[in-house]
Protein backbone atom coordinates (compact mmCIF):
# COMPACT_ATOMS: atom_id res chain seq x y z
CA UNK A 1 0.00 0.00 0.00
CA UNK A 2 1.73 3.07 1.74
CA UNK A 3 1.39 6.67 1.46
CA UNK A 4 3.37 9.42 0.13
CA UNK A 5 2.86 13.35 0.60
CA UNK A 6 4.59 16.21 -0.89
CA UNK A 7 4.49 20.12 0.00
CA UNK A 8 6.06 22.73 -2.23
CA UNK A 9 5.63 26.33 -0.55
CA UNK A 10 5.17 29.13 -3.14
CA UNK A 11 4.73 32.07 -0.29
CA UNK A 12 7.95 32.32 1.34
CA UNK A 13 6.07 33.60 4.38
CA UNK A 14 4.55 30.01 4.66
CA UNK A 15 8.61 28.75 4.93
CA UNK A 16 8.64 28.49 8.49
CA UNK A 17 5.45 26.14 8.69
CA UNK A 18 6.48 23.93 5.96
CA UNK A 19 7.83 20.70 8.92
CA UNK A 20 4.30 21.53 10.59
CA UNK A 21 2.56 20.74 7.39
CA UNK A 22 4.08 18.10 6.24
CA UNK A 23 4.48 16.39 9.44
CA UNK A 24 0.46 16.55 9.98
CA UNK A 25 0.12 15.00 6.15
CA UNK A 26 2.56 12.01 7.31
CA UNK A 27 0.39 11.31 10.58
CA UNK A 28 -2.60 10.74 8.44
CA UNK A 29 -1.35 8.24 5.84
CA UNK A 30 -0.76 6.31 8.84
CA UNK A 31 -3.27 3.57 7.89
CA UNK A 32 -1.77 3.38 4.81
CA UNK A 33 1.59 2.87 6.18
CA UNK A 34 2.74 2.23 9.70
CA UNK A 35 5.43 0.09 9.38
CA UNK A 36 8.38 2.89 8.42
CA UNK A 37 8.35 6.27 7.97
CA UNK A 38 10.66 9.23 6.26
CA UNK A 39 10.80 12.11 4.93
CA UNK A 40 13.30 15.07 2.82
CA UNK A 41 13.05 18.30 3.76
CA UNK A 42 14.91 21.70 1.56
CA UNK A 43 16.11 24.30 4.03
CA UNK A 44 18.27 27.10 4.33
CA UNK A 45 21.86 26.94 2.59
CA UNK A 46 24.97 28.05 3.45
CA UNK A 47 26.66 29.49 0.51
CA UNK A 48 30.12 27.28 0.06
CA UNK A 49 29.13 24.51 2.23
CA UNK A 50 27.14 21.12 1.51
CA UNK A 51 24.58 19.10 4.51
CA UNK A 52 25.88 15.54 4.85
CA UNK A 53 22.72 13.64 6.00
CA UNK A 54 24.42 10.83 8.33
CA UNK A 55 22.82 7.99 10.01
CA UNK A 56 24.12 5.48 12.29
CA UNK A 57 21.98 2.94 15.28
CA UNK A 58 20.71 4.41 18.72
CA UNK A 59 23.16 6.26 20.81
CA UNK A 60 25.61 6.90 18.26
CA UNK A 61 28.44 9.34 19.31
CA UNK A 62 27.78 11.70 16.35
CA UNK A 63 30.17 14.21 18.32
CA UNK A 64 32.73 11.89 18.52
CA UNK A 65 33.16 11.50 14.73
CA UNK A 66 33.04 15.28 14.37
CA UNK A 67 36.30 15.46 16.05
CA UNK A 68 37.48 12.44 14.32
CA UNK A 69 37.21 14.12 10.96
CA UNK A 70 38.55 17.23 11.88
CA UNK A 71 38.52 20.07 9.41
CA UNK A 72 35.62 23.41 9.78
CA UNK A 73 32.51 20.95 10.13
CA UNK A 74 29.54 21.97 12.13
CA UNK A 75 27.02 19.18 13.43
CA UNK A 76 23.13 19.06 14.16
CA UNK A 77 22.29 15.88 15.70
CA UNK A 78 19.37 14.48 15.74
CA UNK A 79 18.71 11.33 17.39
CA UNK A 80 19.64 8.31 14.90
CA UNK A 81 20.37 11.09 11.96
CA UNK A 82 22.93 14.05 11.67
CA UNK A 83 23.46 16.86 9.94
CA UNK A 84 27.04 17.98 9.10
CA UNK A 85 27.71 20.99 7.48
CA UNK A 86 31.32 20.76 5.22
CA UNK A 87 32.60 22.88 3.09
CA UNK A 88 32.29 22.41 -0.68
CA UNK A 89 36.00 21.75 -1.25
CA UNK A 90 36.15 19.24 1.48
CA UNK A 91 33.11 17.13 0.74
CA UNK A 92 34.89 14.43 -1.17
CA UNK A 93 37.47 14.12 1.80
CA UNK A 94 34.81 14.25 3.85
CA UNK A 95 33.27 11.53 2.61
CA UNK A 96 36.23 9.07 1.92
CA UNK A 97 37.43 9.71 5.74
CA UNK A 98 34.11 8.63 6.88
CA UNK A 99 34.02 5.48 5.23
CA UNK A 100 37.14 4.82 6.84
CA UNK A 101 36.88 5.70 10.34
CA UNK A 102 33.20 4.92 10.64
CA UNK A 103 31.97 2.58 8.43
CA UNK A 104 28.75 2.04 10.94
CA UNK A 105 27.78 5.42 9.48
CA UNK A 106 25.49 5.86 6.42
CA UNK A 107 25.85 9.21 4.43
CA UNK A 108 22.02 9.15 3.65
CA UNK A 109 21.58 12.57 1.51
CA UNK A 110 23.99 15.21 0.32
CA UNK A 111 23.13 18.72 -1.30
CA UNK A 112 23.45 22.13 -0.61
CA UNK A 113 19.54 21.87 1.10
CA UNK A 114 18.24 18.66 1.50
CA UNK A 115 18.14 16.90 4.52
CA UNK A 116 16.89 13.42 4.89
CA UNK A 117 15.58 11.42 7.84
CA UNK A 118 14.04 7.67 7.71
CA UNK A 119 13.31 4.97 10.14
CA UNK A 120 11.11 2.42 11.77
CA UNK A 121 8.42 2.78 13.25
CA UNK A 122 4.94 4.90 13.38
CA UNK A 123 5.12 7.99 11.08
CA UNK A 124 4.03 9.99 14.51
CA UNK A 125 6.92 8.79 16.12
CA UNK A 126 9.10 9.32 13.45
CA UNK A 127 8.41 13.01 12.95
CA UNK A 128 8.22 13.33 16.15
CA UNK A 129 11.95 11.67 16.71
CA UNK A 130 13.12 14.05 14.57
CA UNK A 131 11.51 17.34 14.84
CA UNK A 132 10.29 17.31 11.70
CA UNK A 133 6.84 19.72 12.78
CA UNK A 134 10.27 22.90 13.81
CA UNK A 135 11.60 22.26 10.20
CA UNK A 136 11.55 25.50 7.98
CA UNK A 137 11.96 24.96 4.20
CA UNK A 138 10.66 25.77 0.83
CA UNK A 139 9.39 21.97 0.10
CA UNK A 140 9.66 18.36 1.18
CA UNK A 141 8.34 14.72 0.46
CA UNK A 142 7.48 12.35 2.81
CA UNK A 143 6.26 8.48 2.99
CA UNK A 144 4.67 6.04 5.14
CA UNK A 145 5.67 2.15 4.42
CA UNK A 146 3.34 -0.92 4.73
CA UNK A 147 5.95 -3.21 3.55
CA UNK A 148 4.85 -5.97 1.38
CA UNK A 149 7.63 -7.97 -0.67
CA UNK A 150 10.95 -7.16 1.54
CA UNK A 151 11.80 -6.54 5.30
CA UNK A 152 10.77 -3.83 7.69
CA UNK A 153 14.10 -1.93 7.89
CA UNK A 154 15.51 1.37 7.99
CA UNK A 155 17.26 0.91 4.86
CA UNK A 156 13.65 0.24 2.60
CA UNK A 157 11.92 3.33 4.19
CA UNK A 158 11.85 5.86 1.98
CA UNK A 159 12.88 8.46 0.54
CA UNK A 160 15.62 7.48 -1.63
CA UNK A 161 18.52 9.77 -2.44
CA UNK A 162 20.67 8.89 -5.43
CA UNK A 163 22.25 12.40 -6.26
CA UNK A 164 23.11 15.75 -4.73
CA UNK A 165 19.76 17.59 -3.55
CA UNK A 166 17.71 14.66 -5.19
CA UNK A 167 14.93 12.40 -3.56
CA UNK A 168 12.00 10.26 -4.55
CA UNK A 169 9.32 8.61 -2.75
CA UNK A 170 7.63 6.08 -4.51
CA UNK A 171 3.97 4.34 -3.88
CA UNK A 172 4.11 0.85 -6.04
CA UNK A 173 6.50 -1.76 -7.72
CA UNK A 174 8.70 -1.79 -10.88
CA UNK A 175 8.66 -4.65 -12.90
CA UNK A 176 11.95 -3.80 -15.27
CA UNK A 177 13.91 -2.62 -11.98
CA UNK A 178 16.47 -5.46 -12.44
CA UNK A 179 17.23 -4.67 -15.77
CA UNK A 180 17.30 -0.60 -14.90
CA UNK A 181 19.73 -1.02 -12.45
CA UNK A 182 22.83 -2.96 -14.87
CA UNK A 183 21.67 -0.22 -16.94
CA UNK A 184 22.22 2.34 -14.50
CA UNK A 185 25.48 0.26 -13.19
CA UNK A 186 26.86 0.87 -16.36
CA UNK A 187 26.01 4.57 -16.35
CA UNK A 188 27.85 4.79 -13.57
CA UNK A 189 25.50 5.88 -10.72
CA UNK A 190 25.59 3.77 -7.50
CA UNK A 191 22.85 2.28 -5.94
CA UNK A 192 23.22 0.90 -2.14
CA UNK A 193 20.10 -1.51 -1.54
CA UNK A 194 18.13 -4.11 -3.55
CA UNK A 195 15.36 -1.66 -3.69
CA UNK A 196 13.28 -0.92 -6.99
CA UNK A 197 12.25 2.35 -5.55
CA UNK A 198 16.08 3.21 -5.43
CA UNK A 199 16.50 2.53 -9.14
CA UNK A 200 13.58 4.58 -9.84
CA UNK A 201 15.60 7.42 -8.10
CA UNK A 202 18.83 6.40 -9.85
CA UNK A 203 17.31 6.51 -12.83
CA UNK A 204 15.94 10.33 -12.53
CA UNK A 205 19.47 10.93 -11.35
CA UNK A 206 20.68 9.63 -14.41
CA UNK A 207 18.75 11.66 -16.69
CA UNK A 208 19.15 15.17 -14.78
CA UNK A 209 23.12 14.01 -15.11
CA UNK A 210 22.12 13.59 -19.16
CA UNK A 211 21.19 17.33 -18.68
CA UNK A 212 17.74 16.79 -18.62
CA UNK A 213 15.19 19.09 -16.47
CA UNK A 214 13.59 17.33 -14.09
CA UNK A 215 10.58 17.29 -15.65
CA UNK A 216 12.18 15.82 -19.19
CA UNK A 217 13.91 12.96 -16.67
CA UNK A 218 10.38 12.27 -15.53
CA UNK A 219 9.47 11.85 -19.02
CA UNK A 220 11.64 9.73 -19.97
CA UNK A 221 10.17 7.23 -17.24
CA UNK A 222 7.38 6.81 -18.88
CA UNK A 223 9.32 5.20 -22.07
CA UNK A 224 12.03 3.47 -19.41
CA UNK A 225 10.23 2.49 -16.24
CA UNK A 226 7.67 -0.21 -16.23
CA UNK A 227 5.59 -1.71 -13.09
CA UNK A 228 3.20 0.44 -11.42
CA UNK A 229 3.67 4.20 -9.77
CA UNK A 230 3.49 7.35 -8.41
CA UNK A 231 6.42 8.57 -7.78
CA UNK A 232 7.23 12.16 -5.66
CA UNK A 233 10.45 13.89 -6.28
CA UNK A 234 12.45 16.87 -5.02
CA UNK A 235 15.65 18.78 -6.30
CA UNK A 236 17.31 21.63 -5.04
CA UNK A 237 14.91 24.26 -6.49
CA UNK A 238 11.98 21.30 -7.97
CA UNK A 239 9.25 19.31 -6.96
CA UNK A 240 7.59 16.84 -9.32
CA UNK A 241 4.79 14.25 -9.88
CA UNK A 242 3.86 11.25 -12.28
CA UNK A 243 1.78 8.68 -12.25
CA UNK A 244 2.37 5.87 -14.75
CA UNK A 245 -0.28 4.90 -17.39
CA UNK A 246 -2.61 2.89 -15.48
CA UNK A 247 -2.81 4.70 -12.58
CA UNK A 248 -3.46 2.46 -10.09
CA UNK A 249 -1.85 3.92 -7.27
CA UNK A 250 -4.04 6.89 -5.89
CA UNK A 251 -2.79 10.24 -6.05
CA UNK A 252 -4.79 13.96 -5.20
CA UNK A 253 -3.53 17.20 -5.70
CA UNK A 254 -4.58 20.85 -4.26
CA UNK A 255 -2.71 23.88 -5.41
CA UNK A 256 -3.42 27.66 -3.91
CA UNK A 257 -1.67 30.76 -4.34
CA UNK A 258 0.75 29.87 -0.96
CA UNK A 259 1.68 26.55 -1.75
CA UNK A 260 1.06 23.16 -4.16
CA UNK A 261 0.44 20.05 -2.01
CA UNK A 262 0.25 16.13 -2.85
CA UNK A 263 -1.26 13.40 -1.01
CA UNK A 264 -2.33 9.64 -1.65
CA UNK A 265 -5.51 10.59 -0.36
CA UNK A 266 -7.11 14.06 0.02
CA UNK A 267 -7.38 12.91 3.83
CA UNK A 268 -3.57 14.02 3.84
CA UNK A 269 -4.89 17.84 2.25
CA UNK A 270 -7.37 17.81 4.75
CA UNK A 271 -5.78 20.15 7.32
CA UNK A 272 -3.61 22.61 5.40
CA UNK A 273 -4.88 26.03 5.51
CA UNK A 274 -6.60 27.43 3.00
CA UNK A 275 -7.63 23.99 1.76
CA UNK A 276 -11.30 24.99 1.43
CA UNK A 277 -10.52 26.95 -1.06
CA UNK A 278 -7.97 25.01 -2.88
CA UNK A 279 -7.76 24.08 -6.44
CA UNK A 280 -8.25 20.11 -5.91
CA UNK A 281 -7.53 17.59 -8.60
CA UNK A 282 -6.49 13.75 -9.47
CA UNK A 283 -3.23 13.68 -11.38
CA UNK A 284 -3.64 12.63 -14.34
CA UNK A 285 -1.70 8.86 -15.87
CA UNK A 286 0.90 9.50 -17.97
CA UNK A 287 1.84 12.82 -17.27
CA UNK A 288 4.75 14.63 -15.92
CA UNK A 289 3.33 17.49 -13.35
CA UNK A 290 6.66 19.99 -12.18
CA UNK A 291 7.19 23.46 -10.25
CA UNK A 292 10.14 25.16 -10.04
CA UNK A 293 11.53 27.79 -7.63
CA UNK A 294 13.47 29.49 -10.31
CA UNK A 295 11.16 29.52 -12.57
CA UNK A 296 8.39 30.89 -9.90
CA UNK B 1 -38.18 19.85 0.29
CA UNK B 2 -41.30 19.91 2.55
CA UNK B 3 -42.00 21.68 5.42
CA UNK B 4 -42.46 18.79 8.03
CA UNK B 5 -38.48 17.64 6.95
CA UNK B 6 -36.88 17.00 9.74
CA UNK B 7 -32.99 18.12 9.76
CA UNK B 8 -30.38 16.97 11.51
CA UNK B 9 -26.38 17.89 11.93
CA UNK B 10 -23.76 15.66 11.93
CA UNK B 11 -19.57 17.20 12.22
CA UNK B 12 -17.13 14.76 11.44
CA UNK B 13 -14.50 16.41 13.80
CA UNK B 14 -16.35 15.41 16.60
CA UNK B 15 -18.10 12.25 16.08
CA UNK B 16 -17.12 9.06 12.79
CA UNK B 17 -18.06 7.92 9.97
CA UNK B 18 -19.46 4.76 11.84
CA UNK B 19 -21.43 7.11 13.87
CA UNK B 20 -23.05 8.59 10.98
CA UNK B 21 -23.55 5.87 9.30
CA UNK B 22 -25.31 3.70 11.69
CA UNK B 23 -27.61 6.64 12.71
CA UNK B 24 -28.92 7.03 8.72
CA UNK B 25 -28.82 3.18 8.61
CA UNK B 26 -31.45 2.81 11.27
CA UNK B 27 -34.00 4.64 9.14
CA UNK B 28 -35.86 2.44 6.71
CA UNK B 29 -38.00 2.73 3.64
CA UNK B 30 -41.38 4.71 4.72
CA UNK B 31 -39.76 6.61 6.92
CA UNK B 32 -39.99 10.25 6.93
CA UNK B 33 -38.18 12.51 4.54
CA UNK B 34 -35.35 14.27 6.43
CA UNK B 35 -32.51 15.88 5.53
CA UNK B 36 -29.01 15.28 6.75
CA UNK B 37 -25.92 17.82 7.29
CA UNK B 38 -22.55 16.59 7.28
CA UNK B 39 -20.07 18.76 8.19
CA UNK B 40 -16.05 18.18 8.44
CA UNK B 41 -15.85 15.27 5.73
CA UNK B 42 -12.05 15.81 5.70
CA UNK B 43 -11.95 13.19 3.51
CA UNK B 44 -12.69 10.15 5.43
CA UNK B 45 -13.85 7.03 3.39
CA UNK B 46 -17.67 5.00 3.04
CA UNK B 47 -19.25 8.67 4.29
CA UNK B 48 -23.20 8.13 3.61
CA UNK B 49 -22.73 4.35 2.45
CA UNK B 50 -25.26 1.84 2.66
CA UNK B 51 -27.64 3.75 2.68
CA UNK B 52 -32.08 2.37 2.30
CA UNK B 53 -34.05 5.57 3.26
CA UNK B 54 -35.65 8.42 0.79
CA UNK B 55 -33.84 11.03 2.79
CA UNK B 56 -30.99 13.87 1.90
CA UNK B 57 -27.36 14.01 2.78
CA UNK B 58 -25.46 16.88 2.30
CA UNK B 59 -21.90 16.55 2.76
CA UNK B 60 -20.28 20.09 3.13
CA UNK B 61 -16.79 19.15 1.63
CA UNK B 62 -14.49 16.68 -0.27
CA UNK B 63 -15.48 13.06 0.82
CA UNK B 64 -12.91 9.92 0.74
CA UNK B 65 -13.15 6.77 -1.31
CA UNK B 66 -16.74 4.59 -1.67
CA UNK B 67 -18.53 7.93 -0.64
CA UNK B 68 -22.72 6.94 -1.31
CA UNK B 69 -21.83 3.16 -2.06
CA UNK B 70 -24.64 0.50 -2.70
CA UNK B 71 -26.84 3.76 -1.83
CA UNK B 72 -30.83 3.20 -2.12
CA UNK B 73 -33.39 5.69 -2.58
CA UNK B 74 -31.03 8.33 -1.15
CA UNK B 75 -29.75 11.62 -2.27
CA UNK B 76 -26.18 12.04 -1.44
CA UNK B 77 -25.00 15.80 -2.07
CA UNK B 78 -21.08 15.75 -1.95
CA UNK B 79 -19.94 19.88 -1.98
CA UNK B 80 -16.42 19.36 -3.00
CA UNK B 81 -14.28 16.57 -4.34
CA UNK B 82 -15.06 12.61 -4.38
CA UNK B 83 -12.08 9.82 -3.58
CA UNK B 84 -12.38 6.58 -5.64
CA UNK B 85 -15.37 4.46 -6.20
CA UNK B 86 -17.57 7.24 -5.27
CA UNK B 87 -21.70 5.65 -5.40
CA UNK B 88 -20.32 2.13 -6.60
CA UNK B 89 -23.20 -0.29 -6.93
CA UNK B 90 -25.92 2.48 -6.29
CA UNK B 91 -29.55 1.00 -6.78
CA UNK B 92 -31.56 3.89 -6.88
CA UNK B 93 -31.14 7.08 -5.91
CA UNK B 94 -28.81 10.08 -6.18
CA UNK B 95 -25.65 10.85 -6.04
CA UNK B 96 -24.13 14.44 -6.77
CA UNK B 97 -20.20 15.57 -6.67
CA UNK B 98 -19.66 19.26 -7.32
CA UNK B 99 -15.86 18.50 -7.80
CA UNK B 100 -13.89 15.88 -9.67
CA UNK B 101 -14.35 12.27 -8.89
CA UNK B 102 -11.10 9.94 -8.29
CA UNK B 103 -11.21 6.58 -10.23
CA UNK B 104 -13.95 3.73 -10.72
CA UNK B 105 -16.94 6.18 -9.96
CA UNK B 106 -20.30 4.36 -10.26
CA UNK B 107 -18.62 1.18 -10.65
CA UNK B 108 -20.99 -1.42 -11.36
CA UNK B 109 -23.85 0.30 -10.00
CA UNK B 110 -27.46 -0.95 -11.41
CA UNK B 111 -29.61 1.92 -10.99
CA UNK B 112 -29.75 5.74 -9.70
CA UNK B 113 -28.19 8.69 -10.93
CA UNK B 114 -24.78 10.06 -10.36
CA UNK B 115 -23.75 13.52 -11.38
CA UNK B 116 -20.40 14.51 -11.62
CA UNK B 117 -19.75 18.81 -11.92
CA UNK B 118 -15.89 18.01 -12.71
CA UNK B 119 -14.03 15.36 -14.41
CA UNK B 120 -14.20 12.20 -13.32
CA UNK B 121 -10.55 9.98 -13.72
CA UNK B 122 -10.19 6.32 -14.79
CA UNK B 123 -12.74 3.97 -14.56
CA UNK B 124 -15.68 5.57 -14.85
CA UNK B 125 -18.57 3.17 -14.68
CA UNK B 126 -16.44 0.39 -14.60
CA UNK B 127 -18.83 -2.85 -15.15
CA UNK B 128 -22.07 -0.66 -14.78
CA UNK B 129 -25.34 -2.31 -14.85
CA UNK B 130 -27.96 0.45 -15.13
CA UNK B 131 -26.67 3.78 -13.50
CA UNK B 132 -27.01 6.70 -15.27
CA UNK B 133 -23.66 8.95 -14.87
CA UNK B 134 -23.29 12.59 -16.22
CA UNK B 135 -19.87 13.91 -16.16
CA UNK B 136 -19.97 17.51 -16.62
CA UNK B 137 -16.10 17.89 -17.63
CA UNK B 138 -14.18 14.66 -18.87
CA UNK B 139 -13.46 11.29 -18.18
CA UNK B 140 -10.25 9.10 -18.11
CA UNK B 141 -8.67 5.75 -19.27
CA UNK B 142 -10.75 2.61 -19.25
CA UNK B 143 -14.28 4.73 -18.55
CA UNK B 144 -17.19 2.24 -19.08
CA UNK B 145 -15.21 -1.28 -19.79
CA UNK B 146 -17.62 -4.20 -20.01
CA UNK B 147 -20.60 -1.99 -18.95
CA UNK B 148 -23.92 -3.98 -19.04
CA UNK B 149 -26.23 -1.44 -18.86
CA UNK B 150 -27.16 2.34 -18.59
CA UNK B 151 -25.62 5.45 -19.71
CA UNK B 152 -22.55 7.45 -19.20
CA UNK B 153 -22.79 10.77 -20.81
CA UNK B 154 -19.83 12.88 -21.06
CA UNK B 155 -20.00 16.63 -21.67
CA UNK B 156 -16.30 16.78 -22.12
CA UNK B 157 -12.92 14.50 -23.52
CA UNK B 158 -12.88 10.75 -23.20
CA UNK B 159 -9.28 8.77 -22.05
CA UNK B 160 -8.24 5.96 -23.90
CA UNK B 161 -10.22 2.75 -24.15
CA UNK B 162 -13.63 3.91 -23.97
CA UNK B 163 -16.22 1.02 -23.57
CA UNK B 164 -13.66 -1.73 -23.54
CA UNK B 165 -15.62 -5.06 -24.11
CA UNK B 166 -19.37 -3.06 -23.30
CA UNK B 167 -22.15 -4.84 -23.52
CA UNK B 168 -25.24 -2.66 -24.37
CA UNK B 169 -25.09 0.98 -22.25
CA UNK B 170 -25.19 3.44 -23.99
CA UNK B 171 -22.47 6.00 -24.25
CA UNK B 172 -22.80 9.85 -25.20
CA UNK B 173 -19.32 12.04 -25.77
CA UNK B 174 -19.51 15.43 -26.31
CA UNK B 175 -15.75 16.04 -27.18
CA UNK B 176 -13.01 14.05 -28.74
CA UNK B 177 -12.62 10.63 -27.71
CA UNK B 178 -8.64 9.58 -27.25
CA UNK B 179 -9.47 5.58 -28.49
CA UNK B 180 -12.48 3.61 -28.60
CA UNK B 181 -11.64 0.36 -26.71
CA UNK B 182 -12.26 -3.57 -28.28
CA UNK B 183 -15.90 -4.02 -29.51
CA UNK B 184 -16.64 -0.47 -29.10
CA UNK B 185 -17.88 1.66 -31.79
CA UNK B 186 -19.58 4.82 -32.77
CA UNK B 187 -23.23 4.80 -33.94
CA UNK B 188 -25.97 6.76 -35.64
CA UNK B 189 -27.38 9.21 -33.08
CA UNK B 190 -31.45 8.42 -34.06
CA UNK B 191 -34.22 11.15 -32.21
CA UNK B 192 -34.62 8.91 -29.89
CA UNK B 193 -31.08 9.04 -28.64
CA UNK B 194 -31.14 13.09 -28.71
CA UNK B 195 -34.46 12.46 -26.19
CA UNK B 196 -32.78 10.03 -24.24
CA UNK B 197 -29.92 12.59 -23.80
CA UNK B 198 -32.10 15.14 -23.43
CA UNK B 199 -33.67 13.26 -19.99
CA UNK B 200 -30.06 12.93 -18.82
CA UNK B 201 -29.39 16.75 -19.55
CA UNK B 202 -32.42 17.01 -17.11
CA UNK B 203 -30.93 15.01 -14.78
CA UNK B 204 -28.23 16.95 -15.09
CA UNK B 205 -30.08 20.38 -14.78
CA UNK B 206 -29.11 21.42 -17.89
CA UNK B 207 -31.98 21.07 -20.33
CA UNK B 208 -32.17 23.44 -23.12
CA UNK B 209 -28.46 24.90 -22.35
CA UNK B 210 -26.86 22.34 -24.79
CA UNK B 211 -27.71 20.86 -27.94
CA UNK B 212 -28.02 17.11 -27.89
CA UNK B 213 -27.18 17.03 -31.47
CA UNK B 214 -23.31 17.58 -30.74
CA UNK B 215 -22.83 14.66 -28.98
CA UNK B 216 -21.99 10.84 -30.66
CA UNK B 217 -23.07 7.57 -29.51
CA UNK B 218 -20.63 4.87 -28.95
CA UNK B 219 -21.96 1.30 -28.46
CA UNK B 220 -20.98 -2.12 -28.54
CA UNK B 221 -20.46 -3.46 -31.86
CA UNK B 222 -21.35 -7.51 -30.45
CA UNK B 223 -18.97 -9.31 -31.66
CA UNK B 224 -17.99 -10.34 -28.51
CA UNK B 225 -20.93 -11.77 -27.68
CA UNK B 226 -20.54 -15.31 -29.11
CA UNK B 227 -17.68 -17.60 -29.02
CA UNK B 228 -16.31 -17.45 -32.47
CA UNK B 229 -14.82 -20.57 -34.39
CA UNK B 230 -12.18 -19.23 -35.84
CA UNK B 231 -10.53 -17.91 -32.47
CA UNK B 232 -10.85 -21.99 -31.12
CA UNK B 233 -6.99 -21.88 -31.43
CA UNK B 234 -6.68 -18.95 -28.88
CA UNK B 235 -7.81 -21.03 -25.95
Not at chain 1, 34 to 39: C, H, L, T, V
Not at chain 1, 230 to 246: A, Y
Not at chain 2, 63 to 75: D, I
Request: aromatic fraction near 6%; hydrophobic fraction near 40%; proline fraction near 3%.
Amino acid sequence: MCGIVGLFIKDKALEPKLGEMLSQMLEVMTDRGPDSAGFAVYGASEPGRVKLTLRASEGYDFAGLKDKLGGSSTLIERETHAVLSVPEAEVDAVKTRIAEVAPEVTVVGSGARMELYKEVGLPRDVAGRFKLSEMSGSHGIGHTRMATESAVTTNGAHPFSTGDDQCLVHNGSLSNHRGVRRELERQGVSLKTDNDSEVAAGYLTWRMNEGRSLGEALEDSLGDLDGFYTFVVGTESGFGVLRDPIACKPAVMAETDQYVAFGSEYRALAGLPGIENARVWEPEPAKAYFWDRKAA
Amino acid sequence: MNAGTQSHAVDLSNSTVRELNTALHALKAGSNASLWRVTNPGGLHAIAAGLDAPITVEVDGPVGYYCGGMNKQATVLVKGSAGVGVAENMMSGLVEVEGDASQAAGATAHGGTLIIGGNAAARCGISMKGIDIVVKGSVGHMSAFMAQAGTLTVFGDAGEALGDSIYEARLYVRGSVKSLGADCIEKEMRDEHKAQLFERFKLAGVEGQIDPSEFKRYGSARTLYHFHVDNASAY
